[in-house]
């Protein structure tokens, strides 16, 4: 099936510090890209709606000005945690679907990152 | 808008007993409805999804899921579980092809011998 990479798997970094984390679709191009936040032992919040070329749809209750979200092509998708504080500690999880295909398929996900701030 | 209810938030059974992880869902449009799987600090692994067609549909790993639209739900089964199939497990809805997920809460699938 369909490939998508989130790197980097796990970053520490000090409180005050901005953190990029890339989702790439391998073998597919996405349009759109979906970013979610996942807090231990629960589900998958949907922060953010990723569009290529213009600019992404949060969330309410999700701050856009700390999380920067940037579409430049129709494989990739960057998150950036800016100023982060421990409170932002947290699994984050990319997904994308394949909507040049035009056809309704599952969400393809990547592997996660998990953030630590100390 | 969109809901996804799982109505277990844990399921312990012993290896190679039956197992029904329960999901209703709310949606006032056509829904697209899908099962992941997510192991300890990893992304999430599609097991099975229903786009239309036959209610019942067949996933990876033995486990298949119904369609009720009368009972608005989507439960997920396996008639013989394995150690292996210890994980999260994701109920998660969408109204159109290109829009999020929106997931439940999970449900924690313990099995032991």
């Known amino acids: 099936g369909a490939v998508v990479s989130q790197h980097p798997s796990w970053v520490i970094c000090k409180s005050g510090t901005s953190v990029k984390i890339e989702c790439r679709s391998l073998?597919?191009?996405?349009?759109?890209m979906f970013w979610y936040r996942q807090f231990p032992k629960q589900s998958l919040m949907l922060m953010a709606t990723?569009?290529?070329?213009?600019?992404?749809?949060?969330e309410q209750g999700v701050e856009k000005d700390k999380f920067l979200i940037n579409h430049a092509s129709l494989t990739l998708s960057t998150l950036t945690v800016t100023s982060a504080h421990p409170e932002d500690s947290s699994f984050y999880i990319c997904?994308?679907?394949?909507?040049?295909?035009?056809?309704?398929?599952?969400?393809?996900f990547g592997q996660g990152t998990r953030l630590t701030v100390v | 808008a969109q809901s996804v209810t799982q109505l277990d938030s844990q399921v312990p059974v012993f290896e190679e007993a039956p197992v029904e992880l329960r999901c209703n869902y709310s949606?006032?449009?056509?829904?697209?409805l899908f099962w992941y799987v997510q192991y300890p600090n990893q992304g999430l692994q599609l097991l099975l999804k229903?786009?239309?067609?036959?209610?019942l549909v067949k996933g990876i790993n033995g486990f298949e899921a119904e369609f009720n639209k009368s009972q608005t739900s989507f439960h997920l089964r396996k008639p013989s579980v394995h150690i292996s199939d210890t994980a999260e497990y994701f109920c998660?809805?969408?109204?159109?092809?290109?829009?999020?997920?929106?997931f439940g809460k999970g449900t924690t699938l313990s099995v032991s011998s």
């Open positions: 073998d597919f191009q996405a349009t759109t």
């Open positions: 990723s569009n290529e070329g213009s600019k992404a749809t949060y």
């Open positions: 949606s006032s449009v056509s829904v697209y």
């Open positions: 998660a809805v969408s109204d159109q092809a290109g829009t999020a997920l929106i």
């Open positions: 229903y786009l239309s067609g036959s209610t």
């Open positions: 997904s994308a679907r394949d909507t040049v295909r035009g056809a309704i398929t599952e969400a393809f």
